[in-house]
């Protein structure tokens, strides 16, 4: 009918595009769409800056996530800090009693946890604590954190 007027537009289902592209960065942080770790976490700094919310879903997801590295997970729960302190407390748990994680890991979990909630610090430190499998030192920094937080354990 209008053949100039239909070549005006793409083809591709592309062409019609919403304005607001927070549902393709949402997606975007699905780790099954990443080659490593590190490209899910800067997907969820760009969707940080769109939409707080939704960023703070992909950051807990990482931190919580077993299959991913010890240090992203620690990088994903800093991060979630900032954007939602609140949100912060389980990933920041789930990493500090998650036996798989390396030690330093697991303290530096659980230091970020007393800063965005002491109370929930303490089960984190106890955990660390009492685990006969991590070194010496770092038990006895879990414990020296659990006496800061909580006196009377």
């Given at each position: 009918?209008?053949?100039?007027?239909?070549?005006?537009?793409?083809r591709?289902?592309?062409?019609?595009?919403?304005?607001?592209?927070?549902?393709?960065?949402?997606?975007?942080?699905?780790?099954?769409?990443?080659e490593?770790?590190?490209?899910?976490?800067?997907?969820?700094?760009?969707?940080?800056?769109?939409?707080?919310?939704?960023a703070?879903?992909?950051?807990?997801?990482?931190?919580?996530?077993?299959?991913?590295?010890?240090?992203?997970?620690?990088?994903?729960?800093?991060?979630?800090?900032?954007?939602?302190?609140?949100?912060?407390?389980?990933?920041?748990?789930?990493?500090?009693?998650?036996?798989?994680?390396?030690?330093?890991?697991?303290?530096?979990?659980?230091?970020?946890?007393?800063?965005?909630?002491?109370?929930?610090?303490?089960?984190?430190?106890?955990?660390?604590?009492?685990?006969?499998?991590?070194?010496?030192?770092?038990?006895?920094?879990?414990?020296?954190?659990?006496?800061?937080?909580?006196?009377?354990?």
């Amino acid at each position: 009918m209008f053949p100039l007027a239909r070549s005006a537009w793409p083809r591709t289902s592309q062409a019609v595009r919403p304005l607001d592209n927070r549902t393709d960065l949402a997606e975007k942080a699905d780790s099954a769409m990443y080659e490593d770790d590190e490209d899910r976490i800067d997907a969820a700094e760009q969707l940080a800056e769109r939409n707080p919310h939704a960023a703070a879903e992909a950051f807990s997801a990482i931190a919580c996530d077993q299959g991913v590295g010890d240090e992203v997970r620690l990088s994903a729960a800093e991060l979630l800090a900032d954007v939602d302190p609140r949100a912060a407390a389980p990933a920041c748990l789930a990493i500090a009693c998650d036996q798989g994680v390396g030690d330093e890991v697991r303290l530096s979990a659980a230091e970020l946890l007393a800063g965005v909630d002491p109370r929930g610090a303490a089960p984190a430190c106890l955990a660390i604590a009492r685990d006969r499998t991590v070194g010496d030192e770092v038990r006895r920094s879990a414990a020296e954190q659990l006496t800061a937080l909580d006196p009377s354990a």
